[in-house]
Each structure stands twice: as C-alpha cells, then as structure tokens.
C-alpha cells in the first residue's frame, strides 16, 4: 500500500519530463533550421562581398549594397519568424502537452535536459557569431552608413529572439526544478513509510 502512494507520487513528476523535453527539442530544431538559413543568406553575403576590398569604387560598392541589403533583411524576417515560433513553444503551450500517460517517462530526463540546454546555447552562440562575423566584413567594405537602414531591425529582431530564448529556457529550468522537487518529495515520503 505505501508503495502505491509512493509510485503514484514519483509517476506524476516523471509525467513532466516529457513536455519540457519535447519543447526544448522543439526549441533546438528551431534555432538549428535558423542557423541553417543565416548560413545561406551570410554565403550570399560573403560571396557578393569577396571581390571587393576597402578600396573598390563607389559604384561597385553602391552595387553590393543591395544584394548584401537584400540578405540582412531576409535574416530579419527569418529571425522574426523563429521568434514567433519560439514564443509559440513557451509554457503557454505547454497545457496541450500536459495529459501524458506514465507510459511516456524517460528515465534518463535529466541528463537530456542539461543537453538539451547546452544545444539551445550552443546554437545561439553560433547563430550570433555568424551574423557579427558577416557584419563586420560588410561594415569594413561598405560602410556603416548605407547599412545601417539594414542593421536596426536585424539587431531588433536578434534581441527579440534572444529574449524569447530567455523566457524559454527559464520556464524549462523551472519544470525541471520543479518535477526534481516533485520526484525528491514522492521518494522522501516513500522512504519514510518503510
């Protein structure tokens, strides 16, 4: 009978593992499928900006301006998109994933979820690195004044993503916290009734 209690209480905060693991994976692919589209788009950049130096002509430099101006506004709009998705798989979401079955626990929840962490930061750092990296070559070549109608809402949308980022992986740290306190609670009390 006290093992009943005890199961019951340790099945229900294993019961959480799986949304909060299934919307970090969610989190994950996002920023990997967005990384992959800046990757694109900073090639594009790049390749236009190669036959250029500092000292091309005006006119080369008018040229590539808007091709490279092309390319910073569709890693605007991609980065507006994955906010939007992001934003999307933040715990508001979560009460359509709440009902599962003890069917879907994963015994090895934890360590996935310290992963699974890593790679949201990890990713982000990549995605940031890639972007100043492209921008500071077309800033050198070009100039910072005829990109800067270009940089403002790139720079917005960066910010508005990493926030997104930051209020998801919160709430995560806070489903873990709370289905450990959950699962220390149900082994404390089954420990006590033997």
Do not use: C, W
Not at 132 to 152: D, E, K, S, Y
């Amino acid at each position: 009978m006290r093992f009943s209690h005890f199961s019951i209480l340790a099945l229900s905060g294993l019961s959480l593992a799986s949304p909060v693991l299934e919307r970090r994976a969610d989190a994950v692919s996002l920023l990997t499928d967005l990384y992959a589209t800046i990757q694109t788009y900073t090639g594009a950049i790049n390749a236009t900006l190669a036959p250029l130096s500092v000292s091309s002509s005006p006119l080369e430099k008018a040229a590539a301006l808007t091709d490279v101006g092309a390319s910073l506004s569709s890693i605007t709009d991609a980065l507006k998109a994955a906010t939007s998705s992001v934003k999307a798989i933040t715990p508001g979401s979560a009460s359509k994933r709440s009902a599962l079955s003890p069917s879907t626990i994963d015994a090895q929840a934890e360590p996935v979820a310290k992963r699974q962490l890593v790679e949201v930061g990890v990713i982000l750092a990549l995605i940031l690195v890639e972007l100043f990296a492209t921008i500071a070559g077309a800033i050198a070549i070009l100039g910072l004044a005829g990109l800067l109608v270009f940089l403002n809402p790139l720079t917005s949308a960066l910010a508005l993503l990493i926030l997104a980022v930051e209020v998801l992986v919160d709430a995560l740290l806070i489903a873990v916290i709370v289905l450990l306190d959950t699962l220390l609670t149900g082994l404390a009390i089954g420990i006590g009734g033997l």
